[in-house]
């Protein structure tokens, strides 16, 4: 499957901006599915802009000093398409070569004299650049349908489901230990572990709509995932450490590693760790990069714009994490 649709591809080449006196530009898009009708649903005219796309099925493109011959190769291949332009007079041309693979650079372009039967100022002189359709800078906000808010809202209601059924395993087999867990995630010397409980499942009761599942980090708030919150924005990473080792010590999840996302890889911190550690750890960092760009959702506006790809990838890399913490909850 594709990162983008057509129909969001072509939101994305609107929202890019053209550069001064640029009558020409190339993206790069990536499709995993049927090239042929992805180009018929790209072919589009945007007032004085003609929008094609051309199916690249050779090794075009590949060799950056060889971009400037596949240019003009592409061109004289749709020497038809393009001269037929001509009657509607536009003033610039946008091109999507849609590849199998994915753009392994930043960008690459190349001076170029537009051919003599080009539709818009032939015989120019000028500069174009290739450049990947869902790795541009200023592709989406944080809101775009590439976080895919709502699937990390599910997982993280799915987790937090998974973490008060444990809770109440071990306050059955172990009262003890579900003590000492539940008075390290609180911050307190002793608690009622019944009126904890309730109190979570209670919150889980009242969300109706997984997917539109919103954590926070509210001292009102009766949620496991709230006071794992807490525990992640009041300590450093150390201390995070930290508590993750007392957690572990009372509710061991060592039965295997899971494969952190990449946030909690960048916040590993120093010494050695039993395997229930380090899951507890990561579980931390996913609950609160879950929270994070949920709130960046939220206020996208404040952050500005990010590359769709980047955003797709870190959503697709936490459910892959999320998922995989509730599976080692649900099924061991």
Same mark, same amino acid.
Request: glycine residues 4%; hydrophobic residues 45%; aromatic residues 8%.
């Given at each position: ?27 790069? =898009? ?16 945007? +007032?004085?802009?003609? !929008? ?40 610039? !041309? ?8 994915? $753009? ?9 004299? =537009? ?41 993280? $209601? ?22 000492? $867990? !539940? ?5 307190? &010397? ?42 992640? =924005? ?36 120093? +010494?050695?760790?039993?395997?229930? &550690? ?39 890399? =936490? ?9 080692? $909850?649900?099924?061991?």
């Amino acid at each position: 499957m594709s990162i983008v649709t057509a129909q969001r591809a072509n939101e994305l080449i609107s929202q890019a901006p053209w550069s001064e006196n640029e009558v020409l530009r190339v993206f790069w =898009l990536q499709v995993d599915g049927s090239r042929e009708e992805m180009a018929a649903a790209l072919r589009t005219t945007k +007032g004085k802009e003609e !929008i094609f796309a051309v199916i690249v099925r050779d090794d075009s493109f590949k060799i950056a000093n060889r971009v400037l011959t596949d240019m003009s190769l592409l061109l004289e291949s749709c020497r038809a398409q393009l001269e037929d332009f001509k009657k509607n007079r536009p003033e610039k !041309i946008t091109v999507v070569v849609l590849m199998k693979e994915s $753009f392994s650079k930043a960008q690459i372009g190349s001076p170029i004299t =537009l051919p003599t039967w080009f539709p818009i100022r032939p015989g120019l002189h000028t500069h174009f650049y290739l450049t990947d359709l869902v790795g541009l800078a200023s592709g989406t906000l944080l809101s775009g349908p590439e976080a895919q808010i709502d699937h990390v809202a599910e997982l993280i $209601f799915n987790l937090e489901q998974a973490l008060v059924n444990s809770l109440q395993a071990l306050q059955a087999d172990r009262a003890m230990q579900a003590h000492a $867990f !539940i008075c390290i995630l609180l911050d307190k &010397e002793s608690v009622d572990m019944s009126r904890v409980t309730a109190d979570y499942q209670a919150h889980l009761s009242t969300i109706i709509m997984p997917r539109g599942y919103r954590p926070n980090a509210s001292k009102n708030t009766k949620s496991i995932v709230t006071d794992m919150l807490r525990i992640f =924005l009041s300590k450093n990473i150390d201390n995070l450490a930290k508590a993750a080792k007392n957690l572990g010590l009372h509710m061991p999840i060592g039965e295997r590693l899971l494969k952190p996302s990449y946030l909690a890889v960048t916040l590993r911190p120093r +010494g050695d760790y039993t395997t229930s &550690e380090r899951n507890w750890f990561s579980i931390l960092v996913g609950i609160y990069q879950s929270y994070q760009i949920m709130n960046a959702a939220a206020h996208s506006g404040d952050y500005g714009m990010y590359p769709p790809a980047l955003v797709h990838y870190n959503s697709c890399d =936490l459910q892959l994490f999320l998922e995989d913490a509730h599976a080692l $909850f649900a099924y061991g």
